[in-house]
């Protein structure tokens, strides 16, 4: 087996945050933590997104954090956003059957971006995994971390 049809068999995990500061709506980024298969690689990537919300952020992040999987791989995304992961494991369906419409009958607030974070997830088997944020979870604090440089920096990282 080559190595990266074995990366693809086997489970990567997604640690993402976002972060909007020191106003919501104000300055935003996302900041991600991706662990390989072998349980030991492990990248930081962080981005600066321009003027956005808390939401927007945590959506951005989800989708940098699964664009840095392989396509087909089996990949647990772990986020403290309940937002971006109800979004992708309850809501999609019934927006999808209501033509993106949400509960009350209006558009999904930031459908673009739920539309290209679904598409990430399609291309991938995705499970979702929540974790209080700031409670010690080392990765998710290193997540929101990465988030809070790319606000400070206005930057975003290499790769």
């Not at 190595?3 to 104000?26: H, L, R």
């Not at 991706?34 to 989800?62: C, M, R, S, W, Y």
């Not at 499970?127 to 997540?143: I, P, S």
Request: aromatic share 8%; glycine share 10%.
């Amino acid at each position: 087996m080559s190595a990266e049809a074995a990366a693809v068999a086997s489970k990567w995990v997604a640690y993402t945050d976002g972060a909007c500061a020191p106003t919501n709506p104000g300055p935003a980024g996302w900041g991600a933590v991706v662990i390989a298969p072998d349980g030991k690689t492990e990248t930081d990537h962080f981005g600066f997104i321009g003027l956005g919300t808390n939401q927007i952020a945590e959506l951005t992040a989800a989708i940098e954090g699964l664009q840095r999987v392989p396509r087909g791989a089996s990949v647990e995304l772990v986020s403290d956003s309940q937002y971006v992961l109800k979004g992708i494991s309850e809501w999609r369906a019934g927006w999808e059957r209501k033509g993106f419409r949400n509960s009350k009958g209006e558009p999904v607030a930031n459908l673009a971006l739920w539309k290209q974070l679904f598409a990430e997830a399609d291309a991938r088997r995705v499970t979702v995994r929540w974790v209080r944020g700031h409670t010690g979870d080392r990765c998710n604090e290193k997540a929101d971390a990465l988030a809070n440089k790319a606000l400070a920096l206005k930057t975003r990282s290499a790769s």
